[in-house]
């Protein structure tokens, strides 16, 4: 699946999830945003830690910040090559997709909010 399909699908569910903890538990949605933040923000370093962890684990010798070429990293020449499974991929675009959940419903009413004051 397509990198841009996840996160698409990641939004749509996290906006059903969403709207469903607001009507039955009764919070506002700003509390909703903030978890949502809260959750991209765990999922971005449960993504970056499994990252880490695969790299190390399969190629010990690139798991290093040491610069190869001027602005590009030795663990960047892993990218696309298999060594971090694509299931950790799709933890780095849920994060994508929660943080997008959070923030579009705000630009949402703050752009009605400007188109309407004209």
Sequence with gaps: MEGIAVVV????LFAV????ITR????????VSLGLIA????????????IWYFIK????????????FPGIH???LTAGTGIVPKWVSV???LAISA?????????????KMVMSVK
Excluded: C, Q
């Design 9 to 12: 699908i990641g939004i749509f």
């Design 17 to 20: 999830v969403g709207m469903r």
């Design 24 to 31: 039955y538990l009764g919070v506002e949605k700003w509390h």
């Design 39 to 50: 959750l991209a923000i765990l999922l971005h370093f449960v993504n970056v830690l499994l």
């Design 57 to 68: 684990k399969k190629t010990p010798d690139f798991a290093s910040t040491e610069e190869v």
């Design 74 to 76: 030795k663990w960047e």
């Design 91 to 93: 933890i780095g675009l």
């Design 99 to 111: 943080f997008a959940t959070a923030l579009l419903p705000w630009i949402m009413l703050l752009l």
